[in-house]
């Protein structure tokens, strides 16, 4: 069993990621959210980057419910689920030999159902990190995909900050799978194509192409 993360995939996008601000301005702002979410002092932080208050301004404005104590919000969750397709049946390999993706996310409850919550200094589109993570979500809590949601709360360092609400549904979770399984078996020179999707066929083609020309943006 192999475990892939975000990284993984990053490593093999064909073209450099577009990010407003520096990776470590972007992991500095998540941590600095997270402790303020869960409770822990954030004066530090905010000494350093005076600029995330005006940020943190902003997230209260398009989600003032996010910071009410009670409310319920799993921060940074890592979830996890296996990538599997069927084989051939001379191939004996079995469903735990498939690779393991595991992504980190904001898990909120919202009328029983789960929904997922993106913030950073980022684009308001969806980028491909955005679709791995609605499929892990997806499979792990097995639910159908039409029940899954994402909310991008995307904050700039010059203009407006966006909320912005994106449905997920069978078809975009079918042209996931497909994207992965294409960029896995391409990194691993697998010999075997998975039977229920045809990744060479000129519809998954397709798909995966278009996922490769979504922009990244890094979280």
């Known amino acids: 069993m192999k475990l892939l993360t975000l990284s993984d995939f990053q490593s093999i996008k064909s073209h450099k990621s577009t990010s407003l ?15 303020m979410l869960i ?47 069927n084989l051939d049946a001379n191939n004996t390999s079995s469903p735990s030999s498939f690779p393991l993706i595991e992504v980190r996310t904001n898990v909120g409850i919202i009328k029983r159902r789960k929904h997922l919550f993106e913030w950073g200094i980022r684009h308001s589109s969806l980028s491909y990190s955005d679709r791995i993570k609605l499929w ?34 069978s078809k975009q979770h079918k042209q996931t799978k497909n994207w992965l399984i294409n960029k896995i078996t391409k990194q691993t020179n697998q010999s075997f194509q998975p039977s229920n999707v045809i990744v060479n066929s000129d519809t998954a083609s ?14």
Do not use: C
Request: no cysteine.
């Open 39 to 85: 409770g822990l002092p954030v004066e530090p932080i905010l000494d350093n980057y005076p600029q995330f208050q005006q940020w943190i301004v902003s997230l209260k404005e398009l989600v003032p419910s996010l910071f009410v104590p009670h409310k319920k919000l799993f921060v940074d969750l890592a979830i996890t689920a296996r990538l599997a397709w």
């Open 206 to 219: 397709t798909l995966a192409k278009s996922l490769d020309e979504i922009d990244e943006v890094l979280l």
């Open 21 to 35: 601000v520096s990776s470590h301005i972007q992991q500095q702002f998540q941590l600095l959210v997270k402790q």
């Open 136 to 169: 892990v979500a997806t499979e792990h809590f097995q639910v159908n995909p039409d029940e899954m949601q994402l909310t991008v709360l995307a904050l700039h360092p010059t203009k407006t900050a966006q909320k912005v609400v994106f449905n997920w549904d």
